[in-house]
């Protein structure tokens, strides 16, 4: 059974970068895509991107792009979020969540329990 | 990107109600569609796949149906349990893209 862990809470200063862990078990990493969603407070889910860890390459949304990167650690299966000049509009819960990569699949599941990032002076 | 539009936003349902929740697609996205239920302070968990597909351990009062680019999740018999707002995500293209949700209240 595919397992995603993530780090806990994190506060952080406006214009700081935090950076989020995703540690999967359960499964062949790199057989998966990981996928960032985040849910500012009361809000909905909005996509951030995802990573493929077995090439390294990673696809942003375009709200996002410049301010975004997303990366994998073969060697320890874990995937890896950084948000660079949050401000308090990045105050929000973080997900990962697996795609298993194959023609006739595209759902994520399972998703990791969520980081809550709160940007605050 | 395709946009994805649920109605209704919220809902308030009475126990063993039958409950629908609809999400439109801005274009022909086949089936890619998969529907979420997320309860407060929760991750969102699967419900459904490529439209109409079940997913495994979901209970069977939760069923989906498309027609064109409108796609429903049914509720059969409503719970108490089921109180929690509904997602739903487009995979046939990128950016992935999800509905703004429906929240469902239980009377």
């Known amino acids: 059974e595919v397992q995603l862990e993530q780090t806990g809470a994190e506060v952080k200063e406006p214009g700081a970068t935090v950076k989020i862990s995703c540690r999967f078990s359960?499964?062949?990493?790199?057989?998966?895509?990981i996928h960032w969603v985040q849910q500012a407070p009361g809000k909905g889910l909005e996509w951030l991107g995802l990573?493929?860890?077995?090439?390294?390459?990673?696809v942003y949304a375009e709200r996002f792009q410049g301010r975004v990167t997303m990366t994998a650690d073969t060697s320890g299966d874990t995937a890896y979020m950084e948000l660079r000049s949050l401000t308090s509009e990045d105050t929000a819960v973080y997900f990962c969540?697996?795609?298993?990569?194959?023609?006739?699949?595209?759902?994520?599941?399972?998703w990791g329990q969520g980081a809550l990032v709160i940007v605050s002076s | 990107e395709i946009v994805l539009t649920q109605s209704p936003d919220f809902q308030s349902v009475t126990p063993k109600e039958k409950v629908t929740i609809t999400c439109r697609a801005s274009?022909?996205?086949?089936?890619?569609l998969h529907w979420y239920q997320q309860k407060p302070d929760q991750s969102p968990k699967l419900l459904i796949k490529?439209?109409?597909q079940s997913f495994s351990g979901v209970p069977s009062r939760f069923s989906g149906s498309r027609s064109g680019t409108d796609f429903t999740l049914t509720i059969n018999g409503l719970e108490a349990e089921d109180a929690a707002t509904y997602y739903c995500?487009?995979?046939?293209?990128?950016?992935?893209?999800f509905g703004q949700g429906t929240k469902l209240e239980i009377k």
């Open positions: 969540a697996a795609e298993l990569i194959t023609e006739t699949t595209g759902w994520l599941d399972p």
């Open positions: 359960g499964s062949t990493f790199i057989d998966y895509y």
């Open positions: 990573v493929d860890p077995e090439h390294g390459e990673a």
């Open positions: 274009q022909s996205i086949g089936s890619s």
């Open positions: 490529f439209a109409s």
């Open positions: 995500l487009q995979s046939i293209s990128l950016p992935r893209t």
